[in-house]
């Protein structure tokens, strides 16, 4: 998670939480009244981030207390105030630091998890499902995993055997959005719905699935572009 | 093997019917979001294996899977459901099963598509576990 903007002056603070979540707050000192705005930019599950987004509130709603009772007491030109604005940004900013650690720690765990679901189907024994499916193949495991380590896959799918020895991994963050594919040994296979749009891909390359992810990911977002809290 | 009395091997399956199967490992295909199982159950080249209930009640067709040593959860999928969805559900008895019958894509493919196994996941419906 990189940090691209951060602004922060007397009244207001805008900090971007996240790659895909921006958060700006201000204060009007005259009125003293408090206001907020969450931007979310992409998101991969609404429950992930409205639990990122309360803890955001959280911590903004602080500074909003204590800033609002600041201009009450104090000179906006007193030096006290204005060190006090500084720890309080420091303060914000810690907090954006580790929210941006916990989201990379649960991708983290996603993935060991996902590791060991694959781990789990490499070790099926001929028959697993009861009805005459073969085992898999340990290259197929192996480039499984390699797929969903990619470093620029920070969005972790489901992962399910199939009795054609191939691995299905599933994107679904609502009943709307659906990516899938379909992974063997010598191909990737693509089936996507956004809505009632379908699309199907028989023969693409690991780089292109990565690439699909993405473009899911933001075709996704642009129809929850402006959710608020 | 029981049968139902008013069951007719190889009749044609009728829209009120049920056909269920035993998935083994039933955690791996469970969508625990959705409360439903993954897509990639339906995935089999040669047509999804079933066990119709053939007029029989629930109870005598959750013993044929005890009898007959299957493991995991036991799913079931109504035959009008599957035919909504452009499924093509049909008898196949077997050796082991005068009930036994299949899901196909249609009358000339076997394996389903990926759009209608997702649409199949969505009508499945869970029994219970088989102890």
């Not at chain 1, 805008?14 to 790659?19: E, G, M, P, Q, Y």
């Not at chain 1, 959280?58 to 609002?68: H, Y």
């Amino acid at each position: 998670m990189e940090e691209t903007n951060k602004n922060i002056d007397n009244t207001d603070l805008s900090i971007k939480v996240a790659d895909n979540i921006t958060v700006k707050s201000s204060v009007a000192i005259d009125s003293g009244s408090a206001t907020d705005t969450y931007q979310i930019d992409n998101a991969d599950t609404e429950i992930d981030y409205v639990k990122e987004l309360v803890q955001v509130k959280e911590k903004q709603r602080i500074f909003e207390e204590k800033l609002g009772f600041l201009t009450k007491k104090q000179n906006t030109t007193d030096s006290f105030f204005m060190d006090e604005i500084e720890s309080l940004k420091q303060e914000v900013l810690t907090s954006k630091i580790n929210l941006n650690k916990s989201k990379i720690d649960e991708i983290q765990i996603l993935l060991q998890e996902n590791i060991k679901t694959l781990t789990e189907i490499g070790e099926l024994e001929d028959n697993w499902n009861q009805y005459g499916a073969s085992k898999f193949e340990p290259e197929l495991i192996l480039k499984c995993i390699r797929f969903i380590s990619e470093v620029d896959l920070d969005y972790q799918p489901e992962i399910f055997p199939s009795a054609r020895q191939s691995v299905q991994i599933e994107f679904e963050p609502d009943e709307n959005h659906y990516l899938e594919f379909e992974i063997f040994i010598d191909r990737i296979k693509l089936y996507k719905r956004i809505e009632t749009t379908k699309t199907f891909l028989e023969n693409i390359t690991e780089s292109d699935a990565i690439a699909e992810i993405k473009k899911f990911r933001k075709e996704f977002t642009s129809n929850r572009f402006g959710i608020s809290i | 093997m029981q049968k139902s009395k008013n069951f007719e091997k190889n009749s044609p399956l009728i829209d009120s019917e049920y056909l269920y199967r035993a998935v083994f490992y039933g955690k791996i295909f469970w969508k625990k979001r959705y409360s439903r199982p993954s897509s990639a159950i339906f995935i089999d080249p040669n047509g999804f294996s079933v066990e119709r209930d053939g007029d029989r009640n629930e109870d005598k067709v959750i013993d044929y899977f005890v009898v007959n040593n299957y493991r995991g959860y036991l799913i079931k999928l109504n035959v009008g459901s599957c035919r909504q969805v452009n499924a093509y559900p049909l008898p196949k008895p077997s050796r082991n099963s005068d009930y036994h019958s299949e899901i196909h894509d249609s009358e000339n493919q076997m394996l389903i598509s990926d759009d209608k196994r997702e649409e199949l996941s969505k009508i499945t419906e869970e029994v219970g576990h088989i102890k």
